[in-house]
């Protein structure tokens, strides 16, 4: 099996594997379930900050909810601000 042969196996299971997540999403909004949006077009940012906004919408959500906020935010003054942005970010 020559690397051309691979990538091209390669290639055809990503493309399997979206069509199966899109049959997924499909059937899931028949019966009801709604979810949020994840990407908003990441690469038409005009920035770092709006490229991750757009690129993992949810998981940005997730982490201001469940971490930041309950770290206590920016209300707590500059220091822990920067601190609740490292324990979150990284």
Do not use: C
């Not at 055809?12 to 979206?18: E, I, Q």
């Amino acid at each position: 099996m020559s690397d051309s042969d691979s990538q091209e196996s390669g290639n055809k299971l990503v493309t399997v594997s979206l069509q199966g997540m899109d049959m997924a999403v499909g059937l899931a909004w028949l019966l009801g379930f709604r979810f949020p949006q994840n990407f908003n077009s990441p690469f038409k940012a005009e920035n770092i900050s709006d490229f991750w906004r757009r690129w993992h919408m949810s998981l940005s959500s997730w982490f201001r909810d469940y971490l930041f906020i309950p770290l206590g935010g920016s209300r707590l003054g500059a220091r822990r601000t920067v601190l609740n942005l490292v324990v979150t970010k990284f």
